[in-house]
């Protein structure tokens, strides 16, 4: 696949007004060293910051819990599974740029995709701003966990009640 900024942008529903920055962020290291160019470990590294703090906020404004309860959720928020869902949610691992002897792992190596979406927060980041960001994180990772934390609330009240209902 041919890298597209116009479909990359679509599905990731951001315009970047940087086009070369969006580019850097799909540039894997292995691609640079055979064509030039800066790669996107830099992004990956601050896009993980970026992620830690808006996740962070998230989990504090909406209070589910204490301290050790929330850094074990932001935990499983921010970890590895939940980037690689995204991502393929997403659908545009296949426009990240990579050098000859990783073309064919494009879609079987998982840091691979969890660092794209690193990088692509960091991207919006500096394109954009926080607010950007934390749209871009609420709607690819938060809501999956919601979704996950309303139907484990809905089990427990159907568990409870059934318990209830024994008694």
Do not use: W
Request: proline share 1%.
């Amino acid at each position: 696949m041919i890298f597209s900024a116009d479909e990359i942008e679509k599905k990731i529903k951001y315009v970047f007004k940087d086009k070369m920055l969006l580019r850097k962020c799909f540039t894997h290291s292995s691609y640079a060293n055979e064509n030039g160019g800066e790669n996107n470990e830099l992004l990956e590294f601050f896009g993980d910051s970026v992620m830690q703090y808006v996740v962070t906020e998230y989990l504090f404004n909406n209070a589910y819990g204490d301290e050790g309860k929330l850094t074990e959720k932001r935990k499983n928020i921010v970890s590895k599974e939940p980037l690689i869902r995204a991502i393929n949610k997403l659908e545009v691992m296949e426009y990240m740029l990579l050098g000859r002897g990783l073309e064919n792992r494009v879609g079987g190596d998982d840091k691979l995709i969890s660092s794209l979406y690193e990088a692509i927060c960091a991207g919006i980041y500096l394109d954009g701003g926080i607010a950007h960001c934390k749209k871009f994180i609420k709607k690819t990772i938060i809501a999956d966990f919601e979704l996950e934390r309303k139907k484990n609330e809905k089990k427990k009240v159907l568990e409870d009640s059934k318990s209830a209902l024994q008694e």
